[in-house]
């Protein structure tokens, strides 16, 4: 064994300081492009208590809160991204717009955050309408996933969220979600900006519901069509 090696193995021995594991934990939540839980950081170090690396990430999410990159809990891991504050700038750097969600597409996200898991056509009654188009959207875009079939005839997909969801709507569990008290708990004010602003966007729902649909013909003879 070289002396190098030695020298190494000896050190990867030695306990590591609260400091050593922050600028670790830092890293590999900087170097990660998922969300890490405590668990995957506690396997990559290895060598200190699962607690202090609990410390550390707590640490780290002070440091950051003010900053222009900021330590977000999503999907029950950690992960950095830009300060919501500074998003305006950052999609001016990026050039392009920011992904759109439809009117359709969120009323049938909410359905199946609520009420999962669910078939599809308890969300078209509930909807009253077919929800064919923006279930197949939300499904390519991994918002959402089957969980299985109902035990009934004709056997029904069921339906759930996904991490994809958690992480879109920067959440870090479904418990995250507003209860539906909360929502009618809302002020008239905020009530008619809700309003305001789904009429604002109207247009704008049309146009990027043609394009989904534009872009999801060629898989429209899939397992959905079929259930």
Request: hydrophobic residues 35%; glycine residues 4%.
């Amino acid at each position: 064994m070289s002396e190098q090696t030695a020298q190494k193995n000896e050190s990867d021995n030695q306990p590591l300081s609260i400091e050593q594991i922050k600028s670790i934990v830092e890293s590999l939540l900087f170097a990660s492009d998922a969300p890490l839980t405590i668990k995957q950081l506690h396997k990559n170090i290895g060598n200190c208590e699962i607690d202090m690396i609990r410390e550390a990430v707590a640490v780290l999410e002070k440091d950051y809160a003010e900053r222009g990159v900021v330590l977000f809990r999503i999907s029950g891991g950690y992960q950095f991204r830009t300060n919501l504050q500074n998003a305006s700038w950052v999609q001016r750097l990026v050039a392009q717009r920011p992904p759109y969600i439809t009117k359709a597409q969120l009323e049938l996200l909410a359905i199946i955050a609520y009420r999962q898991p669910i078939t599809r056509p308890e969300i078209e009654h509930i909807r009253g309408v077919d929800c064919g188009s923006p279930l197949r959207v939300v499904l390519e875009r991994g918002l959402v996933r089957t969980l299985g079939k109902r035990e009934e005839p004709g056997r029904p997909m069921l339906y759930g969220t996904s991490k994809g969801f958690l992480e879109f709507f920067n959440l870090n569990s479904l418990r995250d979600l507003p209860t539906l008290h909360e929502f009618q708990e809302l002020s008239e004010e905020n009530l008619e900006l809700v309003d305001h602003l789904d009429q604002s966007t109207k247009p704008m729902e049309e146009s990027s519901e043609e394009v989904s649909l534009e872009e999801s013909s060629e898989t429209s003879t899939n397992n959905l069509d079929s259930e």
